[in-house]
Structures are given as structure tokens and as C-alpha cells.
């Protein structure tokens, strides 16, 4: 019997963070990455070149071409969520077992669908509203969003509903016409507008649950993920001081949109803590359904990866155990570098720090870019803080 063949549209990091896990459970991986030189390129055996929006080479990554000896592969998955929906019905229709699935998908696609559907499902989530693409219409809604939810003179979230991550897409306003420029883009044809309130959240959490098509899940800890600049730079697991109660209903809440958003594979849902009268509350933040930063602590620091879990489910086999195998696992990330190569900079940490457990993407040095990552685990969590930060500066060009 031929090993399974998952098909990947994208070649990034995560793709590439894929490889491990197929290659121990013999399961052939076919990327669509978007150069050679791609993360993911460097790494995979099976890539093909081309664009996600691409129908012809999405389609000759998925079933196969007789001409050049290219199998058809079992599943279709993702590592990010711009993939057009109209090629995924198309090809799920053709009988493409498409995992997460269109119907799914489109509400990581679209921040307006996925906020109508969490409000429809009573899940907790900010104060929000779809905003008019109108250049007169859309200001007006903006400036009655304003007066009902902030206080004079404070900010609301104008987001842009489709194409927005690590802080782009994204802008606080205090005015009616601080997104003046983005209604034209709308009424121009660009992604529709939709307002939420400024939370006042004392920390952001992250829970991540994997969902297989015959209905199993698995989750992980609740998780602290902490931001720079709206990019994730640091994930403590599991999330310190966090209340079993709320540990509890964050978990649940993760769960019930998987559940009902029909999510297979894994998905990351992040959360804000807020205060509450009675007590901490969470509120839904943001979905990714695919592996996610959030979850990058689990390669090192739980039975099983993320990246694991994720092929497990698309196939549909049992799911594996996501206990963690230390009481601490902090994930630093590296982003940017003085440094031409971050391979130079391996003596230096591996010498100082031979715990940490060092993820290198294969990136060309920018500013600010994701291009690794450092897990560290152990049982004091300051000392594990401290070692991981200290690793990622070393990688970054500083001294710490």
C-alpha cells in the first residue's frame, strides 16, 4: 500500500515545520510553495512552484499528473488561508478530500463571516459591526460605533475583513474619519470594514485543539502568547497564574468553534483575558486553521506536536496525546537579525544555552520577519524565560 500523500498550498515555515512529522510517520509530503527558494523548498522533496490563487497549479498539486508521474495526493491542506473558496467547493465537489474544508475555512478567509458566525454560536466575543463600503456611509457607521462603545476621545478596532495577520489590516481610530483612506479602498473594491471595541484585556491566551473529520479532539494547554508591534515574540506554556475556571471555559470555548465551524486540522483560536465582575472572562480574538505560532512550544515541549497532530487529522487517524513533557516550555521567536545568517550565530548559542531547542526557517534576513524560533523547557519558569529570550538575542545579532 502506497504512503499517504498530503498536498500543501504554501511554503512557508510551517510547511517546513511539517516535514519532520511526515518523514517519522512515512507520510509523502507535495508543496505548492511560492519560489525555490522558499522555506519549505529547502526542505521538501515534492515542491511545485506556483501561486496559491494558481487553479492549474492547485490542481496539479492535488490530483496528480500521469504525464510526469505525479501521483494524486489523499488530502489537500493549508499553511495559510489564501486559497480562493470557489477552487476548494469545486474540488471538494469533485470528490478532493479537502481538509479543513471550504465551508470552515471562510471563516479564517473573512474576519466579518467568522465574527457573524461566533455571535450566532453565543461564543464570547468584542462588541463588533460590519461597516458600510461607502465613503459617506461607511464614516457615519464608524462615528456611531464611536459614540456607542468608547468613551469621547478613546479608540475603537477598524480592521479590514480579508487579508490582515501580525498586525496589519489593522488600526485604531478615534474618530469618524480616521479610516477615511481604507472606505475608498472598500468602495474601490477592497476588503470590506468591520469596527470592534478596544478590549481592555489584561493578556492574550491561545488554546489550541486539533479535530479529526470522524469528530475527535484533542486539545493543548491554554497558553500566554505575548506581542511586539501585533507579532507575536514570546508563548509561555501553559499559561502562568491562569485560573482552572477560566483555564477551563477557555478551553471550552475553543472547542465549541471548532465544533461548530465544522474546523478539521488543527486550529488555533486566540483570546483576550479581560476582567469581569465576576471574575477574568475571555473573549474570542482571532482563528487560524492551520498550525500556528502559538503552537510552535508543542514540537518540543508536548508528547505531540502541533505539526504531527495536523497530519494526523487531515488523514483521519487517531489523534495523539498533547500533554506537555515539562512543567515549562517558552517558545521566543527571532525576529530579524543584524546578522547576514543566523546559522553563524549556532556556536555562540548552542554553546551558551545547549538546552534550547533552535528552529532556523531558512529566511532571508528583514527586519522584524519571523525567522526562527528558540523553545526551552524546564521547571523554573523565569530561568526558562530568561534562557529562551536569551538564545533568540543571540540569534538576532545581540549580546544579551
Not at 500500500?1 to 498536498?7: E, G, K, Q, T
Not at 486539533?210 to 501553559?238: H, K
Request: net charge negative; glycine share 10%.
Amino acid at each position: 500500500m502506497a504512503a499517504p500523500v498530503i498536498a500543501v498550498v504554501g511554503g512557508g515555515q510551517l510547511a517546513r515545520m511539517m516535514a519532520p512529522a511526515a518523514g517519522e510517520l512515512g507520510v509523502r509530503l507535495r508543496v505548492l510553495v511560492e519560489s525555490p527558494t522558499s522555506s519549505a523548498a529547502q526542505v521538501v522533496v515534492e515542491s511545485r512552484t506556483g501561486a496559491a490563487a494558481d487553479e492549474d497549479a492547485v490542481r496539479a498539486l492535488v490530483v496528480g499528473d500521469g504525464a510526469d508521474g505525479v501521483d494524486a495526493a489523499d488530502v489537500l491542506t493549508f499553511e495559510h488561508e489564501h486559497v480562493p473558496n470557489a477552487l476548494l467547493e469545486a474540488l471538494g465537489a469533485e470528490g478532493v478530500s479537502v481538509q479543513p474544508g471550504p465551508a470552515a475555512l471562510v471563516h479564517a478567509q473573512d474576519k466579518i463571516v467568522m465574527r457573524t458566525r461566533l455571535t450566532d454560536l453565543g461564543l464570547p466575543c468584542p462588541r463588533w459591526a460590519a461597516l458600510p463600503s461607502d465613503v459617506v456611509a461607511g464614516p457615519a457607521a464608524l462615528g456611531a460605533f464611536l459614540a456607542e462603545v468608547a468613551e469621547p476621545g478613546a479608540e475603537v478596532v477598524v480592521k479590514t475583513s480579508r487579508g490582515g495577520y501580525d498586525g496589519k489590516g489593522v488600526r485604531l481610530v478615534d474618530a469618524a474619519d480616521g479610516a477615511d483612506d481604507w472606505f475608498a479602498a472598500a468602495a474601490d473594491g477592497g476588503p470590506a470594514l468591520l469596527v470592534e471595541e478596544k478590549v481592555p484585556f489584561t493578556r492574550e491566551l491561545a488554546v489550541l485543539v486539533a479535530r479529526r473529520p470522524s469528530g475527535e479532539v484533542r486539545t493543548w494547554p491554554v497558553v500566554e502568547s505575548v506581542q511586539v508591534g501585533g507579532v507575536c515574540a514570546e508563548v509561555v506554556a501553559p499559561a502562568p497564574d491562569l485560573d482552572d475556571t477560566l483555564a477551563a471555559e477557555a478551553t471550552r470555548v475553543a472547542v465549541a468553534v471548532a465544533e461548530g465551524l465544522g474546523v478539521t486540522g488543527v486550529l488555533a483560536v486566540e483570546m483576550f483575558e479581560v476582567p469581569g465582575v465576576n471574575g477574568p472572562r475571555v473573549l474570542v480574538n482571532e482563528l487560524a486553521m492551520r498550525p500556528h505560532n502559538s503552537g510552535h512550544w508543542t514540537i518540543d515541549g508536548s508528547v505531540t506536536s502541533q505539526f504531527e497532530q495536523h497530519l494526523r487529522a487531515v488523514l483521519d487517524l487517531p489523534l495523539g496525546e498533547t500533554a506537555p513533557v515539562a512543567r515549562w516550555t517558552v517558545m521566543a521567536n527571532v525576529l530579524g537579525s543584524s546578522l547576514d545568517a543566523l546559522t553563524d550565530a549556532l556556536p555562540a548559542v548552542l554553546a551558551a544555552y545547549p538546552e534550547a531547542r533552535v528552529n532556523l526557517y531558512g529566511k532571508d534576513v528583514r527586519p522584524g520577519r519571523k525567522l526562527g524560533h528558540v523553545n526551552v523547557s524546564g521547571d523554573d519558569l523565569d530561568e526558562v524565560r530568561r534562557r529562551a529570550a536569551g538564545a533568540a538575542a543571540l540569534l538576532r545579532g545581540e549580546n544579551p
